[in-house]
């Protein structure tokens, strides 16, 4: 049963276009969601997050959309660059309460083509 | 440096035996998180301490893993008797205890890559 849900397992974008990176759940308690960047050979890194009041949030070239109706968010790196290659992760968690443990989604592989 | 730390690296070990993976977390995170990554697939839930509370161990595969975290610090996770599907990069993470968004983010180590033959 998998609540967080990133139905593509890869993209491939041309280096200065868009990457969408999309992402779905299906628990309407989540109110905090996160998303992850993870290179070969590394741990996971955070990268941006969005809180539930919000529908997006903005950090240089990464933004996070979140649509609660469609329980839906997106994560969009403009321009993409070759260093953007990388897995990467959607989670959320509800805030409600002490527990911390994120629910991770399967990740999606993205290629920045030069 | 302050993050957080694994050992070993990388780990080969023969079926049967018994293995053991270390983390360090960052000084005062009081959350501790054990995931794996398979060949190909995502992160896999393991276990997560909180506190002092009593740690939630429901991503545990078999009653063959085994997780403590002494002194609210470092952690470690035992596979008694391994078998080849355990072949897997463990991830450790930390969080912070603290009110707030920031307490979900979770910083990770680079990993064990463990190897059963």
């Known amino acids: 049963d998998q609540q967080v849900k990133q139905n593509s397992p890869s993209l491939s974008v041309q280096e200065g276009r868009i990457s969408i990176l999309n992402c779905d759940y299906t628990n309407s308690m989540f109110d905090y969601f996160l998303w992850y960047k993870k290179y070969p050979a590394e741990g996971p890194t955070f990268l941006i997050s969005?809180?539930?009041i919000k529908d997006k949030n903005e950090d240089g070239r990464f933004t996070v959309f979140l649509n609660k109706s469609a329980k839906h968010l997106s994560l969009h790196i403009v321009p993409s660059q070759p260093g953007d290659s990388a897995v990467y992760f959607c989670a959320a968690n509800k805030r409600a309460g002490n527990n911390r443990k994120l629910i991770w989604g399967l990740g999606t592989s993205l290629a920045v083509n030069p | 440096g302050a993050g957080v730390s694994q050992s070993p690296s990388n780990k080969v070990t023969e079926k049967g035996k018994d293995v053991e993976l270390r983390c360090d977390p960052i000084s005062g995170h009081t959350a501790l998180y054990w995931y794996r990554q398979s060949l190909g697939q995502g992160l896999e839930f393991l276990i997560y301490f909180q506190g002092n509370s009593a740690p939630d161990k429901s991503g545990l595969p078999s009653d063959r893993f085994s997780a403590e975290r002494t002194g609210g610090s470092v952690s470690t996770l035992t596979i008694q008797r391994t078998q080849q599907e355990d072949s897997a990069v463990y991830l450790c993470a930390s969080s912070s205890g603290l009110a707030g968004g920031s307490s979900y983010e979770q910083y990770f180590g680079p990993g064990t890559r463990l190897t059963v033959t």
């Open positions: 969005i809180s539930s």
